[in-house]
């Protein structure tokens, strides 16, 4: 199955984890990939790893304005278009807000929500004339809360609400925006709780298909959201968990 053939995809954050796997997974299906990172050693791993084809590793720090718009020069210049956004960039923070710093807000707030709107104003032009779509990644807690985390809360739930406006503004034009929201996924942001298995139950105890997610499995979900197969499909935050988000909430008895 190649979906993606003559197709140019830029994925943030694609040094590692959902990024790095969606990566294989377009270039598997024929896509020309550019993996976008802070970190050139993570990208170039990533870039070893990719099926044979015309791929770009382009370090650059989404949360920079200039870093992006130059970003969107490079890719334009290399191959003259863009089909399909997936902005994967994020990190995250834990305690209550009265407690955090403006460093942390801003800090989670200039990687998960400045840097989505950064990539996006800068690859539309080129999104709208191939008429291609974007991929946020938000997440469950951007559709509900969590203890400890409403910094991250705040940035993923802007995430939700974004994408079905953009939807809404750029669908006459032909543009799709949809986005993923993955529940508790093994990253690396999540590989400490790998080795706890007291949290592991925790976790396995609300996930209707008892197991965490694998990259791959949000891999799969983008891909297809990014395809023709999804081409009546614009504004969803589609959860990608396993079926948490099925539950009201009440203990698992």
Not at 58 to 64: E, F, Y
Not at 92 to 114: F, I, R
Not at 180 to 189: A, K, L, Q, V
Request: charged share 20%; glycine share 10%.
């Amino acid at each position: 199955m190649e979906r993606f053939n003559n197709k140019v995809v830029v994925i943030t954050g694609a040094g590692s984890g959902m990024g790095a796997s969606s990566a294989q997974r377009f270039a598997q299906e024929g896509a020309k990939v550019v993996l976008v990172g802070r970190t050139q050693a993570k990208l170039d791993a990533t870039l070893a790893r990719l099926a044979p084809g015309d791929h770009l590793a382009v370090q650059a720090d989404v949360a920079q304005r200039e870093a992006v718009h130059q970003l969107a020069e490079k890719v334009l210049q290399h191959y003259g278009q863009v089909d399909v956004l997936v902005n994967n960039a994020g990190i995250h923070a834990q305690g209550k807000a009265h407690e955090a710093s403006d460093e942390t807000w801003k800090k989670v707030m200039s990687v998960d929500l400045d840097g989505v709107f950064y990539c996006i104003r800068a690859f539309m032009p080129a999104l709208l004339k191939s008429r291609g779509n974007i991929i946020n990644i938000s997440s469950v807690s951007g559709l509900g809360g969590d203890w400890g985390m409403s910094i991250y809360n705040a940035a993923k739930g802007a995430i939700t609400n974004f994408t079905r406006s953009l939807a809404m503004d750029y669908g006459a034009d032909g543009v799709r925006v949809n986005a993923i929201c993955p529940g508790f996924t093994f990253t690396d942001m999540t590989k400490d709780m790998k080795q706890n298995q007291a949290v592991l139950e925790k976790f396995y105890d609300r996930i209707p298909l008892g197991r965490a997610g694998e990259p791959e499995d949000v891999a799969a979900a983008i891909a297809f959201l990014a395809s023709d197969d999804a081409r009546y499909i614009t504004g969803v935050n589609l959860p990608v968990d396993g079926g948490i988000t099925a539950a009201n909430g009440q203990p698992h008895l």
